[in-house]
């Protein structure tokens, strides 16, 4: 997991993110707002709420730098799945215990200057709804002490819900937020103020539809 990785869009990551744009404005009819707020360079953390599989793909596809991504280790036991999401900047991350390596790797690569996406819901939502904020996103928040950017999607959901085997045409609206200073909140603190900040985006981002 110590590999350097470039925070410069690499051709697997420009290839990837042009027909991406496509899909998801053929498919999606995707609207995207605040894209200003994610910082050009430096580290930054990318907190999204989670509705479906499609979200690392929209939470990446219109911006100008490549994003790191925790995905779980079982897609990377295929040997070609393993070389394409390892190009896309993915890292492996065990699910259903606490993964020190992918924690330190995700503070490693916050620190070195390069954009991170990670969901502190945990996992899909299983209606639609905003989930609790785990508060294991508040060690990487405190360690890492970079800006945090929060994302919050609307239609992903609907598009490819949990449980659905393909996904549908579906718009699809999404908003990037003011960069956060969190790194001297308590974890506590910490949840409340993303769980407090995904609310308030939804509602202003349904009330601009």
């Given at each position: 997991?110590?590999?350097?990785?470039?925070?410069?869009?690499?051709?697997?990551?420009?290839?990837?993110?042009?027909?991406?744009?496509?899909?998801?404005?053929?498919?999606?009819?995707?609207?995207v707002y605040?894209l200003h707020?994610?910082?050009?360079?430096?580290?930054?953390?990318?907190?999204s709420n989670?509705?479906?599989?499609?979200?690392?793909?929209?939470?990446?596809?219109?911006?100008?730098?490549?994003?790191?991504?925790?995905?779980?280790?079982?897609?990377?036991?295929?040997?070609?799945?393993?070389?394409?999401?390892?190009?896309?900047?993915?890292?492996?991350?065990?699910?259903?215990?606490?993964?020190?390596?992918?924690?330190?790797?995700?503070?490693?690569?916050?620190?070195?200057?390069?954009?991170?996406?990670?969901?502190?819901?945990?996992?899909?939502?299983?209606?639609?709804?905003?989930?609790?904020?785990?508060?294991?996103?508040?060690?990487?928040?405190?360690?890492?002490?970079?800006?945090?950017?929060?994302?919050?999607?609307?239609?992903?959901?609907?598009?490819?819900?949990?449980?659905?085997?393909?996904?549908?045409?579906?718009?699809?609206?999404?908003?990037?937020?003011?960069?956060?200073?969190?790194?001297?909140?308590?974890?506590?603190?910490?949840?409340?103020?993303?769980?407090?900040?995904?609310?308030?985006?939804?509602?202003?981002?349904?009330?601009?539809?």
């Amino acid at each position: 997991m110590s590999e350097p990785i470039s925070d410069q869009p690499g051709v697997i990551w420009k290839l990837a993110q042009t027909l991406c744009r496509i899909v998801t404005t053929v498919l999606f009819d995707l609207k995207v707002y605040g894209l200003h707020n994610v910082p050009k360079t430096g580290g930054v953390l990318l907190v999204s709420n989670h509705q479906s599989y499609l979200d690392p793909v929209l939470v990446g596809v219109r911006l100008e730098r490549p994003l790191s991504y925790l995905a779980k280790s079982e897609l990377f036991e295929n040997p070609v799945l393993n070389w394409l999401i390892r190009a896309l900047h993915a890292f492996p991350v065990r699910q259903g215990a606490g993964d020190v390596g992918a924690v330190k790797e995700t503070i490693r690569r916050l620190q070195e200057g390069r954009a991170l996406n990670i969901y502190p819901e945990g996992s899909r939502t299983p209606d639609g709804t905003l989930q609790p904020i785990e508060l294991g996103v508040a060690l990487v928040v405190r360690r890492a002490k970079v800006p945090v950017v929060p994302v919050i999607l609307d239609g992903s959901f609907h598009a490819w819900p949990k449980g659905r085997k393909l996904f549908r045409a579906w718009p699809i609206r999404m908003s990037y937020g003011p960069p956060m200073d969190m790194s001297r909140m308590k974890a506590e603190e910490i949840g409340r103020t993303i769980e407090t900040t995904f609310r308030q985006m939804l509602a202003d981002l349904r009330k601009n539809k």
